[in-house]
């Protein structure tokens, strides 16, 4: 029997405001296999966010499981979940959270020194080469506020891949950006997935870059209302 690397199984979220419960997800089903690129689609207030810290095992559901490579989250401790975060999972959010005092190539390095037992040149090493892959090498020793928003974000992205985690979860990663550089952003997650084989879902609300990706998940009301394969490229 074969893993898949991520199982949602009858998962419901449910939030305590002000003494009435507010179902948040209300019952999601879904598998994403190993090298999966997926985008999950909806209106605002949909729960795609909520679902993807599901996934990303940064909340835990209210019921139903969530399985990681075939562990069950749900009954895991609070450090053993942390540990098997920073080994499985990167993240990417709408707001690239780079550190202003440090240099590009620092910043995609954090994660490694953070969690240690890395050789810090082996580790300058993966950081310089997945700079180039963003096509930030030449900006190795800027810091973040000398470089543009499309750059920030793909220093951002070389940042969640430096530990090489099987999961890429991204939340409107280019929600910040004007359409020039989210084509840009886009097309590097295709390229690096196909790369790295690296499983990727993103949240995105741009359906022009939606359309790009083979797997696309609609949410609407906390549900999964469809979820279609379509024959779809990189962008151009
Ligand atoms: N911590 C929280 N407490 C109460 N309500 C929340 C919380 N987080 C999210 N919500 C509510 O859950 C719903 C879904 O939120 P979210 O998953 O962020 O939607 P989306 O990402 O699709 O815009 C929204 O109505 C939001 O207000
Ligand atoms: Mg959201």
Redesign the pocket.
Known sequence: MTTSLVEVRGAR?V???EGRS?E??KGIDLTIEAGEMVS?V????????????LIGTLDLPSEGTVKLDGRDVTAMSSSALAALRNRTIGFVFQFHHLLPEFTALENVMMPGMIHGGIARAQLKETATRLLREVGLEHRATHRPGELSGGEQQRVALARALVLEPKLLLA??PTGNLDSANSTAVHTLFHELNRKHGTTMVL?T?NHELARSIPRVIT?RD?RIERDERQDAGAPA
């Open positions: 979220k939030y305590e405001h507010l948040v997800l999950i909806g209106l605002s207030g949909a729960g795609k966010s909520t679902l993807l810290h939340d409107e949240v609300h949410m906390g």
